[in-house]
């Protein structure tokens, strides 16, 4: 059983080996590949490498006509163009990508993959538009078959409606003089016709009176008397004046008229009418006669008269009723001709509107479809065109984050339940967007990244981690990365179209433009709103009206002209179809807006804009730049500016900044923002972060600033970040935003991983109290969350350049009381003495090693601390009475426990204290000869005269902005290392603020200029130097100078060898003959940048020297080293050229000490400066005593640890110690 298994596992291994095959795929991209094959060297000495170079021009080729030539939809004669453009388009990415990346230090990477897919967009692209056409020409077929039909029809139309419009015209002439004739007689009849209507009415009217009253009379007189005594009292109610108005008419009613001629008769007066009736209504007795009137004597002439009165009526009444019926006869038979003319004028009027409608109805039709006529027929030629020619550009990817954000899903690559998200997202199709995407983009989505989609058992599945998820084809993924220059591996932008959103000059013109017109004519932006939406809108709708019309012209039957439906819709599609016509800049742009001074002029108020916002600009930047930057980007800004308004060209630019580089007089920096202002560019929802400088701490101008704004006390939190203060951190954020309060979170660079969280904190909050602000102190970092700079105001704070901005930055941090609450005499002086002495502490930091050999963190609690120990001293004295100032206690407290504790340097102590000695004594009040801290002919630096802050603060402001190093104490020449370092380091700024020009020319190949380098510096390298056979002394014992002889060569020799084979190394590595590791890449990149290579500088003495320059001093060494080999001592030494100068030092003292038997603890070396320039010049050693003075190796002097100090020597002066000291004299055995 056991030989059964040994055999299957031998079967297994040997069948492995046969054919299990391994491949590795890797990018020579970066360093991955390099690291890997230097830690693990098997991948080079156990693989077979295959490396894939671009294709070239003839694979382009080859794969092209695969893909393209058997092609239908594409013209044959067009084949050999396409083919050809397609290998141009992609070769030329290759020197689009250098351009880019040599102007604007973007990488950018073209693979084959980029070409397949070029080339398969081509062809799904020409697919899409194919059948996209047939699908439209299909569509809109029918309409212009219908659009040919209506062009006949009007045709027709134009010639029928000629003959119509003749017969028309004679038939409405006849219709007219037959309507005018009937319109004649009918109005003569109707004249008469209401005359007989009139009698008639009145007769009618007359017959009915008269025949009630005689039926009246005749029962009347039927019932007797009183129906007569009944009617005469019916005439005692007329009243005299009724009669009066009665007799006024002068042409009376026809029934009053009637009823008067009655009267005549029954009176019995011959004149018949109503002038005679008028004149009986006259009598006044009228109503009395016609009252006493005897009925009985009415005579049968009266009644005949009466009876004749009637008759007349009639008689007049029958002849107009025959007139009457005449004229009725007549009018009949005008109705019955105008009926029938008016029917002919109808049927043919009928025939004219049809005739116009279809003219007009063609008018329109055909007018509003020319354009759909040329837009469906003329145009394809022209659009096909356009299909074969226009190439789809790699990578044409169009949506904002800022505008699809709100519709996707939202996370991060560091989130708990990313995967279980992105899994959801994948099986449901939902589109999600990965955030703070680094360079390093995780593996677990290179599946989606490659889209391999995999199909079985009837589904589509990726494989996400360990699982298999189900696919959903409308899935999307978006990476968002906030990096403003990405350096992406090739396989991302193979694997995704690489989209850069920065902010470019004329996106932010248009974004501002806008926020302008929204603050200066709302109006105008609203309207412009109100039509992008219009426009929007009215796009959809044309293409609704568009289906619209092509429905009704398919549908259309019979004649097309009479569809009103079909012309309607044409209407309502022209008529519809013409009615329509950046975050922290956007906020300090909008901030300016309502800053700026107002003024009814539009050009004054543009101008007023633009200088608030340069300004503002300017201040806003200002405020998150260390004070060593704000020069550059002063001019930076003033560049950008002239450049706009054409005073200079970018050519002028770019030949003064790498031309030839002078000093010019400094230009007076601009103070620091004072923290209200800070305050007030903030908001509850705009983080604050701090960045601090050595001897800079905000803590105590915040909490200043808390009190002003009415969140100090309790309302002002402040936590000092450390590992294990994240929840802490969180729980004082939660109540500081419910609560309105001020929280500081200092020292953030310490707790760099906490910042993410704090990010996605918030990144949560909807609607924090007004009153809310975070502050955020820290280091300048690399790796500090580019995510929350971008989203805070940024802060420099460091202390103020200069002596006078520092002591007036100190004085306004002192509150008034503070000064009062000593009444010492001298406590006030004393105060500003020692503000002088803190400026000047920290205002030689920026001379370098002059001013320190090691920069100290001197800040406002030394100061602080310090001037409470003056207080409480003098307060003491004042207290027993003592005029005495306690000189010797203050001093040690101050220069030795303050600001001395945190000096650790001999020499820099030395400092300190000697500016103590000079700063502190009696000598400060002594009347008969003033102190004064400096002074020349221009300015005097001395203790301001007795009184309050201000009368300080204004003696301070009458100092000079810029100091000269005599007022430290140093050497004049001191600050043209200072000048020269500054304007050297703002020139490479500049310079790197510049895109690189098509014209700068390097190296045609860094191998080839590495590899000649590096015979050059073999052909000088000497050979190992032999040591010669010491003779012995005495015992046998080597001498001190020869033992350090001996060390030195080793040393040396160790150097020359490593160089040697180091060198020879780094050429087979050219070659290709050995793998490049570490060492060798390090040597590699500073021989091609000038550099000394760091396994050099482990075996070299220490030196600050470029490569040139340590050539030119290693050859120096070596000459000495031969002379000195050879002759066993020489009698000048250089100590520049030893490696320990300390070890020869040493062994002199030992050997003058047992040439003179001296101790030889109890011996030094004396040193004293000669004029000698040669080595003959040296007879023998001088033995006068010397000053004391370090002597370091390089200019860099000596370090926190103390390495880099030599030895010191004794130089003779004539000037005090304190002299040389604040000068910080010191000597270097080599420059830089």
């Known amino acids: 059983m056991h030989l059964i298994r040994e055999s299957v596992w031998e079967y297994f291994c040997s069948a492995a080996s046969a054919n299990l095959h391994v491949v590795l795929t ?42 393209l030539s058997e092609n239908s939809k594409i013209p044959e004669h067009l084949h050999k163009t396409i083919i050809s453009h ?98 004649e007689s009918k109005k003569e009849a109707t004249a008469k016709k209401e005359i007989a209507t009139e009698k008639g009415i009145q007769i009618k009217e007359q017959s009915k009176v008269i025949k009630v009253e005689k039926t009246e009379a005749e029962e009347a007189l039927a019932e007797a008397l009183p129906a007569l005594e009944a009617a005469r009292e019916a005439l005692q109610d007329l009243e005299k004046s009724d009669i009066t108005e009665i007799r006024s008419f002068a042409t009376p009613p026809e029934p009053v008229q009637v009823i008067g001629e009655c009267v005549v008769i029954i009176m019995g007066i011959k004149d018949i009418s109503w002038k005679s009736a008028k004149g009986l209504m006259s009598d006044p007795n009228f109503l009395r006669k016609l009252m006493e009137l005897n009925c009985d004597n009415i005579t049968q002439a009266q009644v005949a008269a009466l009876e004749a009165e009637f008759e007349a009526a009639e008689h007049y009444l029958s002849k107009v009723n025959g007139e009457i019926a005449k004229l009725d006869s007549k009018l009949e038979d005008l109705k019955v001709s105008y009926e029938r003319a008016s029917e002919d004028r109808r049927i043919l009027q009928e025939e004219t509107d049809i005739m116009e409608r279809r003219l007009i109805a063609a008018d329109k039709l055909l007018s509003g479809l020319s354009s759909e006529n040329d837009r469906r027929s003329g145009n394809y030629e022209e659009r096909i065109v356009k299909l074969y020619y226009t190439m789809p550009r790699i990578g044409n990817q169009e949506e904002e984050n800022n505008s699809i954000s709100h519709l996707f899903q939202i996370v991060a690559f560091n989130d708990n339940d990313f995967l279980k998200q992105l899994e959801i997202s994948i099986r449901y199709g939902f589109p999600m967007i990965i955030q703070n995407v680094e360079e390093f983009v995780d593996p677990v989505i290179d599946n989606i990244l490659s889209k391999n989609v995999l199909r079985g058992g009837g589904r589509q599945y990726v494989i996400l981690g360990d699982k298999e998820v189900d696919y959903d084809p409308n899935f999307r993924l978006y990476l968002i990365t906030k990096l403003s220059n990405p350096k992406f591996k090739p396989k991302v932008y193979s694997r995704s179209s690489v989209i850069n959103y920065s902010v470019t000059t004329s996106g932010l013109e248009d974004q501002i433009l806008a926020v302008v017109v929204r603050n200066e004519r709302s109006d105008l932006e609203e309207q412009r709103e109100k039509l992008i939406h219009e426009t929007s809108e009215n796009r959809k709708l044309l293409k609704v009206l568009e289906d619209s019309l092509l429905r009704e012209l398919s549908m259309s039957k019979g004649n097309m002209l009479d569809n009103i439906e079909l012309i309607a819709t044409l209407d309502e599609t022209k008529i519809k179809a013409t009615e329509y016509s950046l975050d922290a800049y956007i906020k300090v742009f909008i901030h300016s807006l309502h800053k700026a001074l107002p003024d009814t ?194 802060v420099v704070i460091e202390p103020p350049n200069g002596l006078k901005l520092n002591l007036r930055n100190t004085y306004l941090k002192i509150q008034p009381p503070s000064l009062e609450e000593c009444t010492h005499t001298a406590f006030k002086p004393l105060v500003y003495v020692l503000a002088y002495f803190h400026a000047v502490l920290q205002e030689r930091r920026k001379y370098g090693k002059i001013g ?42 101050i220069g030795e426990v303050m600001y001395g504790g945190r000096v650790t340097d001999s020499f820099d102590r030395r400092i300190v204290n000697t500016y103590m000695s000079e700063f502190m004594g009696d000598f400060l009040f002594d009347i008969f000869q003033p102190f004064h801290f400096y002074q020349d002919g221009n300015v005097d630096y001395r203790i301001p005269p007795n009184g309050s802050r201000d009368d300080y603060l204004d003696a301070i402001d009458s ?208 040193t004293v400066v000669t004029n000698m320039l ?51 004299v010191c000597l270097s055995l080599n420059n830089d």
């Open 26 to 67: 890797m990018s020579p991209v970066g360093d991955t590949l390099r690291t890997r094959a230097r830690n693990f060297p098997a991948l080079v000495g156990n693989t077979v490498i295959d490396w894939y170079q671009p294709w070239p021009q003839q694979a382009l080729l080859a794969v092209a006509r695969a893909f």
């Open 86 to 183: 397609v290998v141009h388009v992609h070769q030329s990415t290759f020197s689009y990508n250098k351009q880019v990346e040599e102007k604007f230090r973007r990488t950018n990477y073209v693979t084959p993959k980029h070409y397949l897919d070029f080339i398969n967009g081509y062809l799904k692209l020409l697919e899409d538009k194919d059948n996209f056409i047939v699908a439209q020409c299909e569509r809109l077929s029918s309409g212009l078959t219908k659009i040919a039909e209506a062009n006949v029809q009007l045709s027709e139309l134009n010639e029928k409606l000629g003959v119509q419009k003749v017969a028309v015209s004679e038939k409405t002439a006849a219709c007219e003089s037959l309507l005018l004739e009937i319109s």
């Open 601 to 794: 002029h539009l050009v004054n108020r543009l101008q007023n804009i633009i200088e608030t916002l340069t300004n503002q600009v300017y201040d806003y930047g200002c405020t998150g730049l260390f004070e060593k930057h704000k020069l550059v980007f002063s001019f930076q800004m003033s560049v950008k500016l002239e450049i706009n308004l054409k005073n200079i060209t970018v050519q002028e630019l770019d030949f003064f900044i790498k031309g030839n580089i002078s000093l010019d007089p400094p230009k007076r920096p601009c103070p620091a923002e004072c923290m209200d202002s800070v305050y007030e560019q903030s908001s509850s929802t705009m983080p604050v972060v701090f960045i601090l400088s050595p001897g800079s701490d905000p803590t105590a101008d915040l909490a200043k600033l808390a009190e002003r704004w009415g969140s100090g006390g309790s309302r002002f939190k402040y936590l000092s970040l450390g590992q294990g203060q994240e929840s802490a951190a969180l729980s004082y954020l939660e109540l500081a935003i419910a609560r309105g309060q001020w929280l500081m979170l200092q020292n953030c660079h310490l707790l760099l991983n906490f910042m993410q969280d704090l990010e996605k904190k918030l990144d949560l909050i909807a609607k924090p109290h007004p009153d809310f602000r975070l502050w955020l102190t820290t280091d300048p970092s690399p790796a500090f969350p580019i995510s929350i700079l971008q989203r805070s105001l940024k």
């Open 852 to 893: 320190w050999n090691i920069s100290y963190d001197f800040n406002e609690s030394d100061f602080s601390v310090c001037m409470q120990i003056l207080a409480t001293y003098l307060s003491k004295v004042e207290e027993k009475g003592d005029k005495r100032i306690p000189w010797g206690s203050l001093k040690y407290l």
């Open 959 to 1166: 100092l000079p902005l810029i100091d000269i190093p005599d007022v430290f104490g140093l050497h004049p020449n001191a600050e043209i290392g200072y000048y020269t370092n500054a304007i050297k380091e703002m020139w490479s700024h500049l310079i790197e603020l510049q895109p690189k020009s098509d014209k700068d020319e390097g190296i045609s190949s860094q191998d080839i200029f590495i590899n000649q380098l590096a015979t050059d510096i073999l052909v000088i390298l000497p050979d190992s130097i032999e040591k010669s056979k010491f003779t012995s002394e005495g015992s046998g014992a080597l001498s001190p100078i020869k033992v350090v002889l001996h060390q030195e060569l080793d040393r040396f020799n160790m150097l020359v060898d490593c160089m040697r084979h180091t060198l020879i190394s780094l050429k087979k590595a050219l070659l290709g003959e050995i793998g490049m590791d570490d060492v060798l890449e390090n040597i590699a990149y500073c021989l091609y940048n000038g550099l000394l290579p760091n396994s050099w500088c482990e075996l070299a003495p220490a030196t600050n020297k470029k490569l040139g320059s340590w050539i030119d001093h290693f050859k120096k060494r070596v000459t000495q080293y031969k002379e000195w080999a050879q002759r066993n001592m020489i009698g000048v030494m250089w100590l520049s050229g030893l490696h320990v100068p300390e070890s020869y030092l040493l062994a002199v003292v030992q050997k003058a000490c047992r040439k003179k038997h001296w101790s030889l603890d109890k011996s030094t070396l004396c």
């Open 1174 to 1224: 040669d080595e003959q010049d040296v007879a023998q050693l001088p033995e006068d005593d010397t000053f004391r003075t370090p002597v370091y190796t390089t200019l860099l002097r000596r370090n926190a640890m103390g390495v880099g100090l030599v030895f010191e020597v004794d130089l003779p002066t004539t000037e005090h110690s304190s002299h040389w000291v604040l000068q910080g």
